[in-house]
């Protein structure tokens, strides 16, 4: 038990070694608490303002068109620019706009968004965009929940992994990565303390933004708060990312010198060009369905999720303190995954690691459904409640083991590419395109029943949604054996 948590806690054996790990750890901290309060901030009020059943619209007819947007974008920028600077550079960009938009446009919704009256006019003329009108008619909470989505992508998969992946062979993927999430997970507690804190309790920051921003209600107010805590946290990973990367170059890596040469001369192909490279790759095709599958997987069963619990839950502060408990639990069983985490891999292997996430996505997923299928025939509260706890316990247990061995071993696929090129576009095309795909279509499959008919909800459809999350997961682990088999 003692040398498990010591390889787990300090997978190092030099001075050196220890300074570069805790510096990633730092930076790994600090992003993953930035994200886990912008994630709660854009669930709570979209949940709450507009309703569950707009979040697939969202998704489908926001999310979507925008991370398309957003990869041609930086698959161009890529070739004019260093791609950690770029990186850092888009991270202000999305800070910026995720400041402003509570500061601005949240406190004065009424004003820059159709009334009521006219909405409930649209949607008795053209009922089948019931949805569409209700979702899109409060802009400024979709456009908040479309930034809120994509920007953990930005600031945790490609500015933290890709920044990883271009410093650490196989050798040392497979010794720290597990490790860097036992580290950084431990944000999901501070992010749910956090939280907590600034919404159930009246700190200097909230008086700070009552003298100067001038809040409208408690909502706002807390909001504002926690925005300003989300710019505070993501300028110092800025800060933090620059120092890292400078550390790094100053280190003399054998495989540093050969990833830069690499990419120097082979990082400017066009977009066409780098699609038609990723196209011939298969290892590169399965990673996109690893994450396509989680993406589709997790958007059925969260906004199904989200449906029952907006009725318990009404105001977004109830809804923030509720999400914020969630997080201290997820951060609490992901510290304990991540301890044997490592143990897991060297014992039963990379294949057996990478079905975890899917098959705990699957099982406690079905009883769900099939729970919620029930309640459908016989509108009893005492399943409804049932399904409410199982939908809670299995989005702990899949954020824990999403946290640790998804992203980890999905990481050390990345590894085994040997092509620059085609790694890290590879890496950006997985990982925006790959999983904002699966959750446009998991979106889709949820819109269109509501689209056809608007009276019904995510919990009547739940025996058809249930159906192609059994499906998906059978792929997604189909793709698992493919992808390390290679």
Aim: net charge positive; aromatic share 16%.
């Amino acid at each position: 038990m003692i040398s498990i948590l010591k390889e787990s806690f300090f997978p190092f054996a030099t001075s050196k070694e220890c300074k570069v790990f805790f510096r990633n750890v730092a930076l790994m901290s600090c992003i993953l608490i930035n994200v886990n309060i912008v994630r709660i901030i854009k669930d709570s009020y979209v949940t709450t303002m507009l309703g569950a059943e707009t979040i697939s619209f969202c998704k489908l007819l926001g999310e979507l068109p925008f991370s398309i947007l957003f990869f041609f974008i930086y698959s161009k920028l890529s070739n004019m620019m260093n791609t950690e600077k770029l990186c850092r550079y888009t991270m202000l960009t999305f800070l910026v706009t995720l400041t402003l938009l509570p500061f601005l446009f949240f406190q004065f919704n009424d004003y820059v968004t159709l009334s009521e009256q006219n909405k409930n006019v649209i949607c008795e003329t053209y009922p089948y965009l019931k949805w569409i009108v209700v979702t899109f008619g409060n802009w400024p909470y979709v456009l908040y929940f479309i930034l809120g989505e994509v920007w953990p992508i930005i600031a945790y998969s490609v500015l933290f992994w890709q920044f990883m992946n271009k410093f650490n062979n196989p050798s040392d993927s497979a010794k720290h990565y597990i490790s860097y999430n036992l580290y950084g997970q431990t944000s999901l507690l501070l992010s749910g303390i956090i939280v907590n804190f600034f919404v159930s309790k009246q700190t200097y920051l909230s008086i700070l933004v009552e003298m100067f921003l001038f809040p409208v209600n408690e909502n706002d107010q807390k909001v504002k708060v926690l925005s300003t805590v989300v710019l505070m946290l993501g300028l110092f990973s800025i800060i933090l990312h620059t120092i890292c990367e400078n550390y790094y170059r100053s280190l003399t890596y054998s495989f540093e010198k050969k990833t830069c040469k690499s990419v120097k001369d082979k990082f400017h192909l066009t977009v066409k060009e780098s699609i038609k490279l990723l196209s011939q790759s298969q290892q590169v095709r399965n990673i996109v369905f690893i994450i396509f599958g989680y993406g589709f997987t997790v958007t059925l069963m969260h906004l199904t999720w989200l449906s029952a619990l907006q009725h318990k839950y009404p105001s977004p502060i109830e809804f923030m303190q509720f999400q914020a408990y969630l997080n201290y639990w997820t951060g609490i069983l992901t510290i304990i995954v991540a301890i044997f985490g490592k143990k897991i891999v060297k014992t039963f292997g990379l294949t057996f690691a990478a079905r975890i996430t899917p098959l705990v996505t699957l099982v406690p997923g079905a009883v769900f459904y099939f729970a919620c299928s029930l309640f459908n025939y016989s509108l009893s509260l005492k399943i409804i409640s049932y399904a409410t706890l199982i939908g809670s316990v299995q989005y702990v247990l899949v954020r824990a083991s999403k946290y640790v061995l998804f992203d980890s071993t999905k990481e050390r696929l990345y590894t085994f590419i040997e092509n620059e090129e085609l790694k890290t576009k590879g890496k950006v095309l997985a990982d925006v395109l790959g999983f904002k795909m699966g959750k446009a279509m998991g979106s889709l499959a949820l819109s269109i029943p509501l689209i056809i008919s608007p009276s019904q909800n995510y919990i009547t459809i739940a025996p058809f949604t249930g159906i192609a999350l059994v499906i998906v997961c059978y792929f997604w682990l189909k793709a698992v054996a493919q992808s390390t088999r290679q």
